[in-house]
């Protein structure tokens, strides 16, 4: 039996497509290579003890924004709990909740990094966020240069409108509004753009910059029960789902293609992959599909994460998540800062009552964990790090602990066949046009996830889901 379509791997991208599909009647067949749903958005048991493997923050649930929309139209209301502040930042003797209200974030952001133009600045950053979520109508098409260029004429309200925002490099623009901003406040607001946009103030533009520090000011959740569980609803009405199931190659034929695991054989009509466009090269014999992939590997730029997990049996009150900032870039990594998430304290689904999970990341570069005669050196080196910094810095004492352990890109790529993390973060060299689509230039092929149009996170990943559904008409 030929199902209509097959989505490989269960990310927010493929899972949420695979939902979509399903609820429009399509036999829709969902492989994932884990027990569980998620990829970097899910979480996992050790030990007894379970933890979210990546992300710990769903921004972006709320009336205008295409998170809504997408859980809408599957049909799924998310066991949320709101998180304000959504984070708190920690910076040498300074502690700034990011409230979503503006006037209670300003006040404590003016009194721990006073500077006469804040209030500007911020209100614009604020402004910026508001209006964009107001634009519809934008996608990207790229399976040929014909209706790749019509797409992007969509995108031109918004060009005109954040033009100049769109040319100004973020690291100049910031250095010269302020003129006497400090090192200490650049690094600041250069950790929190850091997180959302993935890349550097001097990579990225000032729009670009803008959406990341206003992320807070949207409405930011909190999973209850782990983001794994999440999942297993929006699936809910997934006809075949099948865990355990790698995609190992994958077959073109005439009007269908065959997708092999280690046990069995599939046919679908059409093909969506929820692996990274750096990989997926790798499951297709066929030289045209392989050329089109290769046409990306070059935006693989092996950014990664080293994480650091945490069981902790307190009575303490935690907030969701913190942002520690340090002086230096930690050894083996990308950054000064630490994101540090807990979990909620009435949450006994994730942690046993009295107990917090905690996931803690940090951006690193996946070719720094290839040598195998470093590695274990270096992962201890590093967890020793980061566990002091965070019993530090959030008073949390030793004999707390209940179980830590670390994973680094090499784990990522043992359970979940990806080392590069992020997905493609919206720097100058790595914009539209440049991007990779949700469609490609074979026919029924298709990509959705954060290597691909338009970029990482919940609300990234859906606007790409929202897109290929789109361009499947369906
Ligand atoms: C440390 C970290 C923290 C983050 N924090 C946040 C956050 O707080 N909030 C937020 O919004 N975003 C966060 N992100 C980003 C977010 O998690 C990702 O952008 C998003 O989850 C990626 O989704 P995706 O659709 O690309 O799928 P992926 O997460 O890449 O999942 C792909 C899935 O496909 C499966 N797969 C791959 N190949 C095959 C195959 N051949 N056969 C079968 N299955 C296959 C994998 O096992 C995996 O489950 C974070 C990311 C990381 C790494």
Redesign the pocket.
Known sequence: MIKDFAV???????SSIAALLSSKGFDVIL????PY??????SFSRAGYNYNT??????GYEDGHVVREIFDAIGVVPNLLESDPSIVIIHNENVTPRYRDFEKFFEILQLNYPHKKNRVFWELIYDINREFYRFSGHYYANSNIFSKVESLFSFLPIFLRFKKYLVANAHSFIKNFFADADDEYIAFLESQIFIVAQAPLREINFFTAALSLAYTFNKNYYVLGGFSTLFDDITQNVKELHRK????SISRHKNHFELYTKNGRYKAKKVIL???VYDSGK?FNDIEIKNYYKRYKKLDNYQS?F?FYMTIKSEKNFHHHYQIIQEDTLPYTLSKALFVSFSDKNDTLIAPKGHYSITA?IHTDSRLWENKSFYKARKKELEDILREIILKKLDIKEDEIVQSFGATSKTFYR????SQ???NAMTFKNFLPFLPGNDTSIKNLYN????VFPA??????MLGVKNLKRLLDA
């Open positions: 490989v791997g269960s990310g927010i991208g493929g492989f994932e290579k884990e749903l998620g990829g970097c958005s899910s990546g992300a710990t923050t769903l921004a199931s790698e995609i190992i929820n692996s990274t499951l994460s994480m990341s359970y979940i066949r990806r993390l992020g997905g959705v996830g954060d290597t990482q996170g919940w609300p990234g990943v």
